[in-house]
């Protein structure tokens, strides 16, 4: 998946977006967590975790 389409949804929507990345594993449940405790630490993370890949 382009990398515009995964930064896109880690704005709206972080879990879907580090799913469609690293898959089902640690990185995603912290950041259901990061995002439960509020959008922004989810966002700032799934961005970082996107970047970091590519």
């Not at 950041?31 to 405790?37: K, Q």
């Amino acid at each position: 998946m382009s990398t515009i389409i995964r930064i896109l949804l880690a704005i709206f929507l972080p879990p879907v977006a580090v799913l469609i990345t690293t898959g089902i594993g640690l990185q995603f449940f912290l950041n259901i967590v990061l995002t439960i405790l509020g959008i922004i630490p989810g966002m700032v993370h799934a961005l970082w975790i996107i970047m970091r890949k590519d």
